[in-house]
């Protein structure tokens, strides 16, 4: 009786530990566990993104315990599950337009309506996920995932996850974490090619403060740029719609409960659900593949080419400009749609070499600028590959 016991005790024992994350732990979890804790680490340490990063970070976490697969519906990519019910969100596209309501609700869009030219330098930016795109393709990567990688180059997570969720399903975990890392790295990835590509005289250029902004402008500016934008590219409107509708709720200035959920409680809940899903979506087996490798390359590629684009356009458009309508070219980084990380750098950067050269409006309307400009070409790469 007792030798029974055992046997039936130790056999229990080795079924219970073969379904510990211990038994079926590889090294491609414990590798993503460590890209997991990084992410948690820069965000605390240096304070890159914490509201991204943080969220992310301990999502490849829960993603990556490791798990015996018995049918027991907790993973992200098993049918039914919970966390497989929250990542519809990602899959079907569902949190990218909620995020773009909540960045309109938050967003001034005076520096680009007191200067509309600085809409150029947004539009100069968009080459990065362009030029991604025709790398991307050179190296083996079909049109339709190719469109999914430049994106990055936007500095723009919601618009790569909607893109990706159309376009290229399967490569969205890798396209995401990309895209999210890359706007977190911001201050370490631009600045050098802020300085690489300008002179020291360009970086003095004080610009004339931008000019005040009436309400009625603001109150009209979302409307023409709904109708514009997507009249132009109407596959960019879930994107488009919900950042000026956000922005328009914003202004109006009678319905400021509905913008302050939108800005708050709303953005803040679907960036918490999107930052832990798409995190968990980075399971090792998964994840781990050369394709993943390949879109980090090429997602730090368009950001560099994007953040080039945006100095040299500027230096281009100073040729046509006369001497105290000059545009400071370190504003050009800008023109990406990391917002308001990009415009900080620019005024930090500008700082640096005149400590009474304010830069952070002038570059808000290029970010801003950025933001929709991201959204257009993504509709344009939808309509086309779609």
């Not at 050098?192 to 009625?216: D, N, Q, Y």
């Not at 400021?256 to 959920?261: D, G, K, S, V």
């Not at 070219?329 to 308001?340: F, Q």
Request: hydrophobic share 50%; with cysteine; net charge neutral.
């Amino acid at each position: 009786m007792q030798e029974s016991f055992l046997t039936f005790l130790s056999e229990n024992l080795e079924t219970f530990l073969s379904y510990t994350g211990f038994a079926n732990a590889t090294w491609g979890h414990a590798i993503m566990i460590f890209v997991g804790l990084i992410f948690i680490f820069l965000a605390i340490r240096y304070e890159f993104e914490p509201m991204l990063l943080i969220p992310i970070g301990f999502g490849i976490l829960i993603g990556n315990i490791p798990f015996k697969d018995a049918g027991l519906q907790i993973g992200i990519y098993e049918e039914g599950s919970v966390l497989n019910i929250l990542y519809q969100g990602v899959v079907k596209g569902w949190y990218p337009p909620l995020i773009f309501l909540g960045i309109g609700a938050m967003t001034d869009f005076s520096a680009l309506i007191s200067n509309p030219k600085l809409m150029l330098i947004g539009a100069a930016a968009q080459f990065g996920i362009f030029g991604a795109y025709v790398i991307a393709l050179q190296i083996g990567f079909d049109p339709s995932q190719a469109a999914a990688i430049g994106i990055i180059g936007g500095a723009d997570g919601p618009t790569a996850i909607f893109l990706s969720s159309k376009l290229a399903p399967n490569l969205m975990g890798a396209i995401a974490v990309s895209a999210y890392s890359y706007m977190a790295l911001v201050p370490i990835i631009q600045p050098p090619f802020m300085r690489l590509l300008t002179t020291p005289k360009e970086r003095l250029i004080r610009m004339k403060p931008p000019r005040a902004v009436s309400s009625t402008e603001k109150i009209i500016f979302p409307i023409i740029g709904l109708l514009l934008t997507c009249f132009l590219v109407p596959s960019g409107l879930p994107l488009l719609g919900m950042l000026f509708f956000g922005n328009l709720i914003k202004e109006s200035g009678v319905t400021r409960r509905l913008a302050e959920t939108a800005r708050g409680p709303m953005i803040d809940i679907v960036t918490i659900l999107l930052g832990i899903t798409v995190g968990a979506s980075t399971q090792a087996t998964q994840f781990l593949t050369y394709n993943s490798i390949k879109i980090f390359l090429l997602g730090a590629l368009s950001f560099a080419i994007a953040t080039s684009a945006g100095v040299l356009f500027v230096k281009f458009f100073n040729l046509f400009l006369k001497e105290g309508n000059k545009i400071n070219p370190l504003i050009g980084n800008a023109g990406v749609s990391a917002v308001p990380d990009s415009a900080r750098i620019s005024q930090i950067e500008g700082l640096k070499y005149d400590p009474k050269n304010y830069l952070l409006m002038h570059a808000m309307g290029p970010n801003v600028a950025g933001v929709i400009g991201s959204a257009v070409a993504a509709g344009i790469l939808l309509g086309f590959l779609g």
